[in-house]
């Protein structure tokens, strides 16, 4: 008796331990990548000691997991028969990530820990953008020089508007604008006022910030929300695209960065500047490449070889960063290093996700969260970014048990 009393404490205390860290992960994915992997690495401590694999069976059920499997076999058929770098090493290490995404489907968490979890994300989201916008205005340099172990030094505040890259920053913007646009539909009375409010926060920061990624997956967003509702024949359409135009307008006129990026993009395509740009050349080169050998398309070039074989193919390479080892387009580095089969795996790993979401009342907004993430990898190579891969996983699995 004393030992079954004793199983079921245990049993208890791991549950709640197990809850409590799920939605803590939301809060701190935003805000710091050291905590994010203190919670991860006790999840799965927790998911090991746990020992109930119960689920597993339902698991196998799930198509996107031949998928990430067959991915994964790829890439270690990739490191055998490719040439083995310091880069082969650095992509597992990256990939890594994506191996907690069958895991948190195995573990057994509450409903409410699902939502907990989403007004965490949120939170410190709003935190995230508070420090971002105190940074605009000169409030935060003396934080940042003197509390150099927590946030990043004075010299830095370009690059980091917040705890995280500018790029980093807007992406995670606009995965909580999509969520916002979600709970707007289900709130009312006061706290729809505060979202609104909210909202706008979020906007001001994602147009303000120089990370054009993030801009056009919201772009993208509203665009297809806008038409969605015309469809449905319902009036807040015409709300959601002057909401969007006035947005863009503003923005051009009184953002430095996004006017910017706007005329920097117009200028490549009017004129010979793109031959100057790294992505269009990356891009370029790879493409060349893969174009070169057709016969190493079926199984590609090897894990992690691109920045090698882009060194020993083009000259003006050597010159380049060493940190840049992906063309910075996902499906032009999976093509590369593990060739169409890793191309399809990827395709059908990322449609499978898509259509698990089918079902779910919020499936436009759960399902333009997986096409925003494919939309991303064709600016980068996101899928081996751990912050932005884990903030993906984390609202994924939020999509599929959030009701």
């Known amino acids: 008796m004393i030992a079954l ?183 009312a009375g006061p706290k729809i006022y505060l979202l609104i409010l909210f909202i706008i926060l979020l906007v001001f920061s994602l147009f303000s910030e120089a990370g054009r990624a993030g801009q056009i997956v919201f772009i993208l967003f509203l665009t297809f929300y806008s038409i969605d509702l015309a469809i449905k024949k319902k009036r807040e359409s015409i709300y959601m695209i002057f909401f969007l135009i006035v947005t863009i307008l503003i923005s051009y006129n009184h953002s430095p960065n996004f006017n910017y990026r706007v005329n920097e993009l117009v200028l490549k395509f009017q004129s010979a500047e793109k031959n100057n740009d790294h992505r269009y050349n990356f891009w370029k080169s790879t493409l060349n490449k893969i174009c070169e050998k057709p016969a190493k398309n079926l199984i590609g070039h090897g894990t992690g070889s691109w920045r090698s074989e882009m060194n020993e193919s083009f000259d003006y390479f050597n010159s380049i960063d060493e940190n840049h080892i992906t063309p910075h387009n996902n499906y032009l580095y999976i093509l590369f290093e593990i060739g169409i089969l890793g191309f399809i795996a990827l395709s059908y790993f990322f449609y499978t996700m898509y259509y698990k979401l089918k079902t779910k009342a919020h499936e436009f907004f759960s399902r333009n969260l997986v096409v925003s993430y494919t939309a991303l990898m064709l600016f980068d190579s996101y899928m081996v970014i751990f912050i932005i891969s884990i903030a993906y996983i984390y609202l994924f699995i939020i999509s599929v048990y959030y009701e």
Not at 153 to 174: A, G, K, R, W
């Open 5 to 187: 009393n004793t199983n079921k404490f245990y049993q208890i205390l791991i549950n709640r331990i197990k809850n409590y860290s799920f939605v803590l992960l939301g809060f701190s994915i935003p805000i710091s990548i050291s905590l994010t992997y203190i919670i991860l690495f006790l999840l799965l401590a927790l998911f090991v000691l746990d020992r109930d694999y119960q689920k597993i069976k339902f698991l196998k059920k799930e198509k996107w997991l031949l998928a990430l499997l067959l991915i994964f076999v790829l890439y270690i058929l990739g490191s055998i028969d490719g040439q083995f770098s310091s880069n082969t090493k650095e992509v597992f290490k990256r990939l890594s990530v994506w191996l907690f995404l069958p895991i948190f489907f195995l573990m057994d968490l509450k409903k409410e820990s699902y939502s907990k979890g989403i007004f965490a994300f949120l939170t410190s989201v709003f935190f995230m953008v508070i420090m971002s916008v105190f940074n605009q205005f000169g409030l935060t340099a003396h934080i940042f020089e003197y509390l150099p172990f927590l946030f990043k030094s004075s010299q830095l505040l370009e690059l980091y508007p917040s705890t995280h890259l500018y790029n980093y920053h807007n992406i995670l913007i606009s995965f909580s604008l999509i969520i916002c646009f979600y709970l707007a539909k289900k709130l």
